[in-house]
């Protein structure tokens, strides 16, 4: 690997301790990023998937991101309340129903959730009938959240493990419109749904409910682990991946570098000219919102289908072609 000049080390160091830069674009390459500049986890099923970027995500907050790679992130740590759920083929690529059956009354006005039970957030928040009805005013509270919602009449709790709602008027899809990755459920430890401000969810926080965790959250990269209190777990749903890293990486150029000299599995945005291509070991797919991204041939199971993918279906093998 080749080292950095001294003078230029000492004077990206100088610079960090005094605070008067964030992030160098000058230092942020893969041949003087300390976070990308080392080889990767052996691959295979619970290898630990490196994904370069142009910039890191600032929000966590599945509701209020608004850039791609902010809601790529918020959709590992966090889940709606319906839809299924797949896990990846290397255990089964079991199915299971999300974290609530919904069904409907009334023609579609009243609607009620059955939840799951003995599921907790990750901060060891109960994951119940109280804990949605919270979900749901802090929904309400966010302008964001009053979009993607019918106007809702009023929620309460009929039990620990039942929630109902009902709508100002008949909606056939309210079960499908809570899958969306923007109505994922946090714990209300997390948010005051009483104010507008205290509703939204600070970054990092132990808040969320899906199968990854936030790791570490360095000026260079951000780190998912598998998270413990995961429920999936026990049904064989993943992840089969040891971790994500994301790390950043601002010159295209850089990026594509890095992923054929394999410091990086998955890169954003390599195909401009002065990205200069992937070479032959990696795929090109398309990200959303006219974002491309290079997919080296050792990922398996991302699917570009759903936006945003889902990575607890992933995992690595050392085939290449």
Not at 20 to 33: Q, T, V
Not at 50 to 57: A, D, H
Not at 297 to 311: K, Y
Request: glycine fraction near 10%; aromatic fraction near 6%; include cysteine.
């Amino acid at each position: 690997m080749p080292r950095r000049p001294y003078r230029l080390r000492r004077i990206c160091l100088t610079l960090l301790a005094a605070g008067s830069l964030g992030l160098l674009g000058g230092c942020a390459n893969p041949d003087e990023n300390p976070a990308v500049a080392q080889p990767l986890h052996e691959p295979g099923s619970g290898g630990v998937l490196v994904w370069g970027l142009p910039s890191l995500p600032r929000s966590i907050d599945p509701l209020l991101a608004r850039q791609p790679v902010e809601q790529l992130l918020a959709a590992q740590v966090f889940e709606p309340l319906t839809g299924e759920v797949r896990g990846p083929q290397p255990l089964g690529g079991n199915r299971q129903p999300g974290l609530a059956e919904a069904s409907a009354s009334n023609r579609g006005k009243v609607w009620y959730l059955a939840l799951r039970r003995d599921v907790t957030f990750q901060d060891g928040t109960p994951f119940d009938a109280d804990a949605v009805v919270a979900n749901f005013a802090r929904w309400q509270q966010l302008r964001a959240g009053r979009r993607l919602l019918p106007e809702i009449a009023g929620v309460r709790a009929e039990s620990d493990d039942r929630v109902r709602i009902r709508l100002a008027r008949p909606e056939s899809r309210f079960g499908e419109i809570l899958a969306s990755a923007r109505l994922c459920v946090v714990s209300p430890r997390a948010f005051n749904a009483r104010r507008t401000k205290s509703a939204r969810i600070a970054f990092p926080v132990a808040a969320g409910i899906g199968p990854f965790r936030i790791g570490e959250r360095l000026e260079f990269s951000v780190s998912l682990v598998p998270s413990a209190q995961w429920w999936g777990a026990d049904f064989q749903l993943g992840p089969a991946l040891r971790g994500v890293d994301f790390r950043l990486i601002k010159d295209p150029a850089a990026r594509s570098r890095a992923l054929r000299r394999g410091l990086l599995h998955v890169a954003n945005g390599i195909f401009s000219e002065e990205g200069g291509g992937t070479g032959p070991l990696a795929t090109r797919r398309e990200l959303g919102d006219g974002q491309e991204v290079a997919v080296s041939r050792a990922v398996r199971g991302l699917s570009f289908a759903e936006s945003p993918p889902l990575l607890s279906r992933v995992w690595l093998t050392g085939i290449s072609r």
